[in-house]
């Protein structure tokens, strides 16, 4: 026995869903991408200040 086919608006919803369950799983890959580039940046942001505050202090020292 074969069953009615679904309303159109049904259709119409499974594929809306099916589409937004894949721009969710591809949303997370970019995300997790633009974590890691905002972590090196800050890591990079963090060595310079060392370097500056270092080349600082010593300058300061010569001037004491």
Known sequence: ???PDPPP???YFL???ESL?????DRGG???EWM???G???L???AAAAKVVSAINQHASKIK
Do not use: G, I, K
């Not at 369950?21 to 799983?25: G, N, V």
């Open 40 to 42: 090196a940046l800050f």
């Open 1 to 3: 026995m074969r069953l």
């Open 21 to 25: 369950r894949h721009q969710a799983r």
């Open 9 to 11: 608006e049904l259709n």
């Open 44 to 46: 990079a942001a963090v």
């Open 36 to 38: 890691v580039v905002a």
């Open 15 to 17: 594929a809306r869903v």
């Open 30 to 32: 970019v995300t997790l």
